[in-house]
């Protein structure tokens, strides 16, 4: 659709993969959560088989040496990375107007900006060339573009998962996560990338719930409160 979503793409090596997933199902193998499901990965987080470029030029020749610890539970769940998505330049801003790899289009209208900083992400699952795609967010780089492109974005809780692999922004507030079509989406995306990492020193060793039993809200005792004012005038 001429959004300029990807940084990296590579359509033969994301065929053969998907080939390499119909011999599986067909040998009588059990499948992953994720099996043959290809998965657009924000170009800020670390991939083996792809350059990662944090969307700047200075980076553009950088091959990691593994997978980020959530890519490679991913593709255990038998994910497909389907490329690199572009970004704002090292995740630095709200338009996704890349001046190393050109501007991401909002899929609404082109003359508009699809939000940033993870553009690409969201641009690629709005105009569904994916189901659901990685994003990264510290300021509101998920959850912004997840509005402009009117899909569901995710921002986990702090230490919920894995952030080894992930070039980082503010160590602080750094996130990683789902940008998906749906909650029911974003809850199997999070089934198989939550959970404590040792090499991620503020990954926390919470148990991790089925997220996909949390669609189910117990209603029972519930209450509702209503703001008697904004938090900040105008909001």
Do not use: W
Not at 161 to 169: D, I, K, T
Not at 188 to 212: C, E, K, L, Q, W
């Amino acid at each position: 659709r001429n959004l300029n979503a990807f940084i990296t793409l590579e359509p033969e090596r994301v065929l053969e993969a998907a080939r390499a997933a119909d011999r599986l199902l067909a040998s009588g193998a059990e499948p992953g959560l994720l099996h043959g499901l290809p998965i657009p990965v924000k170009d800020s987080v670390n991939t083996k088989d792809y350059p990662t470029t944090a969307g700047t030029r200075a980076l553009q020749a950088f091959h990691p040496a593994e997978d980020a610890e959530l890519v490679r539970r991913l593709t255990d769940a038998g994910a497909i990375v389907m490329g690199k998505t572009n970004i704002h330049e090292l995740s630095f801003g709200f338009t996704s107007n890349n001046l190393a790899f050109g501007a991401v289009r909002n899929p609404y209208d082109k003359s508009r900006i699809p939000g940033g900083s993870s553009g690409g992400s969201t641009a690629a699952v709005a105009t569904d060339e994916a189901i659901y795609a990685l994003g990264s967010d510290t300021g509101g780089s998920i959850r912004q573009p997840a509005g402009f492109c009117s899909v569901v974005g995710l921002k986990p809780t702090y230490g919920r998962v894995s952030r080894f692999g992930l070039v980082a922004f503010a160590s602080s507030l750094d996130q990683i996560g789902p940008v998906t079509k749906s909650v029911a989406d974003s809850a199997f995306v999070m089934n198989v990338i939550a959970g404590h990492d040792p090499r991620d020193s503020t990954s926390a060793p919470y148990p991790v719930p089925d997220y996909t039993r949390s669609l189910i809200p117990d209603l029972k005792n519930l209450r509702i409160g209503i703001p008697r004012e904004y938090f900040v005038e105008g909001m």
